[in-house]
């Protein structure tokens, strides 16, 4: 892809209204830099924030807008500040916030369903959580018992927040990894971390959104003392491994993989991509599909191998952003020094490629071999199913009833990120005849046909389930966002889910 407009590193990055986002760090001469950028139309746009928040922390808010605040607040990386604002993509603006209890560098923040935002971790500085919400400023505070860095947040079913961190705020390995509860009292040990600790790389751009299989189950990446690496997962404040059919690969002895915290999760293909690098520059991806080891199995792996252009890089500088059509972008970044960040944006995309294996390099190119002349076969009787399609479509009525079918019977509409080319896929049709099959017997568009069914689906959910969070039921009835179920519900009824659950 094209490079950045501004080198920088430790920056945040996100995707926001479409456009892929990219604010703040530090840029050539380890220098704080005011400056964001967008990318739109195979090119990046100037954005102009009001704060660096080189090393600071990003949190999706429950209205869909960014907040960001805190970094350092001179050169160097030196000092922490109080700053924050919000990013709105609807005005590409940026706005302020009220100012944040505690000055804070490499913190970390969790948005909560009433809309505050709880907000931890600092380094060289005294830790305090925080309750913090967007248009009021902090609310409450207390102490942390544990003094931490970068520490990983996440939600509950009651609405509470675990915390866990294996670096305290001066950077020290913490010998004993607690967990800490927002609406508990004191610190808590887990037989599994006596053995396991999550792992810490110093990122700005992990969010507890990024590593979620659902609104209260996440993945994290850790290893023990013998340097083995797996999959934690964190569920209602509960821990366990997840089981994988093998290890998670540790490379050449000699060169070893370091695998780092950047985990993401792509929920609509059930998969986790676990991303590492070593000392030659090369970049390992793997990829880590979990659907059956949430029910009984184990998950199977896949890793891949790329080298970086840059002479060395560490992940801990580049901002990853994990995209819905599965690509994989590294923005940015460094290489040994903070004084030279990188431009470069790469994108790689680990869902179609070699499978695990020891043949070496020849296994490789066959499987190549093989990839491309399936492809070639697939593109043929793809192209003959579709010129037999063109000259004898099949009646509208009946591929209608195979919509509507596939809807109703397998609930389709569930899965995230559901696209007309999966359900064409599904029917072995084409996206035009779908298209035009929807609007001539609904007068919709694809996108409006779908979300009627998730709209009607959550009526159900709201009247039979009245124990459950609205913003969980938007989740479960196949919406990206609490912004989009809302918007799309009131849109097709003319009346808020929590309207709706009120006079039914």
Request: with cysteine; charged share 20%.
């Amino acid at each position: 892809m094209k490079d950045l407009l501004v080198p920088r590193s430790h920056h945040m990055a996100f995707v926001s209204g479409g456009d892929i986002v990219v604010v703040g760090g530090h840029t050539t001469g380890f220098v704080p830099t005011v400056s964001a950028e967008y990318y739109r139309g195979g090119r990046w746009h100037p954005l102009q924030p009001l704060y660096a928040h080189d090393c600071g922390f990003r949190v999706r808010l429950r209205d869909g807008r960014w907040m960001m605040a805190g970094g350092f607040d001179q050169y160097l990386g030196i000092g922490q500040s109080y700053v924050a604002e919000v990013y709105d993509s609807t005005t590409r603006s940026f706005s302020p916030l009220p100012i944040m209890e505690q000055k804070r560098s490499h913190a970390r923040g969790i948005s909560l369903s009433d809309g505050t935002v709880v907000i931890a971790g600092n380094c060289l500085a005294t830790d305090v959580v925080e309750v913090y919400r967007p248009q009021e400023g902090p609310l409450e505070s207390r102490p942390m018992k544990e003094q931490r860095m970068l520490p990983f947040l996440f939600r509950t079913g009651d609405d509470d927040v675990l915390l866990l961190s294996a670096v305290g705020n001066h950077w020290e390995a913490l010998d004993t990894v607690k967990m800490e509860f927002l609406h508990r009292e004191g610190c808590f040990l887990h037989p599994l971390l006596e053995s396991w600790k999550p792992i810490h790389t110093c990122s700005s751009n992990w969010t507890p959104e990024g590593c979620a299989i659902d609104s209260t189950g996440y993945l994290l990446a850790v290893q023990n003392k013998a340097g083995q690496t797996a999959l934690m997962l964190v569920r209602e404040g509960e821990l366990s491994l997840l089981p994988t059919r093998w290890d998670i690969p540790s490379g050449n002895p000699a060169n070893p993989i370091q695998w780092s915290e950047q985990l993401l999760v792509h929920r609509y293909r059930e998969a986790a991509l676990l991303l590492g690098c070593d000392a030659d520059g090369g970049l390992y991806i793997c990829r880590i599909d979990y659907h059956d080891a949430l029910s009984g199995g184990e998950a199977s792996l896949c890793l891949y191998h790329a080298q970086y252009p840059g002479p060395f890089f560490t992940l801990d500088g580049p901002a990853t952003v994990l995209l819905d059509d599965g690509r994989v972008l590294l923005i940015g970044g460094r290489p040994g020094n903070n004084y030279e960040p990188y431009s470069t944006v790469m994108a790689y995309y680990p869902f179609d490629g070699p499978f695990p294996g020891s043949g070496g390099m020849a296994w490789m190119w066959l499987l190549l071999l093989f990839v491309v002349a399936t492809g070639g076969l697939m593109w043929l009787f793809t192209r003959k199913k579709a010129v037999q399609e063109e000259s004898n479509p099949e009646p509208d009525e009946k591929r209608m009833q195979h919509l509507r079918d596939l809807m109703e019977t397998e609930q389709l509409f569930l899965k995230k990120g559901l696209r007309i080319d999966d359900v064409a896929a599904r029917m072995a049709s084409n996206q035009k005849y779908i298209s035009a099959c929807i609007n001539q017997n609904t007068g919709k568009s694809f996108t409006d046909f779908v979300n009627e069914y998730r709209v009607r689906y959550a009526q159900e959910l709201l009247v039979s389930h009245p124990e459950l969070k609205i913003q969980d039921i938007g989740e479960r009835s196949g919406f990206f966002s609490s912004a989009s179920f809302h918007r799309n519900f009131l849109k097709i009824t003319g009346k808020t889910p929590a309207q709706w659950r009120e006079e039914s």
